[in-house]
């Protein structure tokens, strides 16, 4: 029986708090884009194009999130205007301030909407989550002030 290592394929990112504490928040691979054969963005991006088969109208074949220059993951939309039936949009890229201005399908724009979507729930998940960890580092402190009769009514 062969073992399966893509579970071992993350990304971590440690964040830390102005208490010092720090949280490590981890990324796993896109599941949609597993069948690669390789990790990275190339990789991802590679997979995704021979799914989807998704091009510009000039035709560019890439995903839209991912920077044709650095292969950050990170491209987003500044501006957009419906095109008949497919979308102008400009692009940048906030890791090496690459941009580009196109003409896409709409397969490929739905597919780079779903990839922002993920990316704002992603985005809210870790935020909730760090806002959880520092309600409760500020909740601990205030108990340990109660405990240590350091907090008086003045004090409000």
Known sequence: MMSDHR??????????LPSGKAIDVVYFPDPLL??????GAAGSQGAAESQSGASSKTGTKRLLHICPD??????????????GESWQ??????????????????????AFDRELDGGAESLTRDLRELTRANLAEEVERFAEALDAEAIYP???
């Open 34 to 39: 597993e069948g690669a054969g390789s990790s």
């Open 154 to 156: 003045m004090d409000f």
């Open 70 to 83: 650095c292969d950050a993951r990170l491209v987003y939309p500044t501006a957009w205007e419906e095109h």
């Open 7 to 16: 579970h071992l394929d993350f990304n971590v990112r440690r964040v830390r």
């Open 89 to 110: 949009i400009d692009l940048r890229c906030p890791n090496c301030e690459w941009t580009e201005s196109d003409v896409y399908e709409q397969e490929l724009c739905d």
